[in-house]
């Protein structure tokens, strides 16, 4: 069975750092592209980063998503966080928002960007 487990939202001021993770159970993350997704009240989950299986990390602004094949474990590190940054932030494999590979998802973690 497929597990998802995301961790490491929280409270944060504009401006600041948060580091996410998500402990996966069920699959090998090596073999699979994987991507960190976010979704705010009323709107459709959405696409935040991707890692594909021939990277450990990746770069795109201000956020880093890495994956440390060995402990089965993806990350994403956020800097300079702003207030629209404020979700629900989750992990899957492959890059779709709408669907799961393995037809399951996490229950995510909030991450609150405010003064």
């Known amino acids: 069975q497929v597990h998802f487990v995301e961790s490491g939202g929280g409270l944060v001021q504009p401006g600041g750092s948060l580091l996410l993770s998500c402990t996966v159970s069920g699959f090998n993350i090596a073999s699979y592209d994987m991507s960190w997704f976010r979704q705010t009240p009323g709107n459709e989950r959405e696409l935040v980063q991707i890692?594909?299986?021939d990277l450990l990390s990746f770069e795109k602004g201000r956020f880093t998503a890495s994956r440390d094949n060995n402990k089965n474990t993806l990350y994403l590190q956020m800097n300079m966080l702003k207030p629209e940054d404020t979700a629900v932030y989750f992990c899957?494999?492959?890059?779709?928002?709408?669907?799961?590979?393995?037809?399951?998802w996490g229950q995510g973690t909030q991450v609150t960007v405010s003064s």
């Open positions: 890692v594909s299986r």
């Open positions: 899957n494999a492959g890059s779709d928002p709408r669907t799961s590979v393995f037809g399951s």
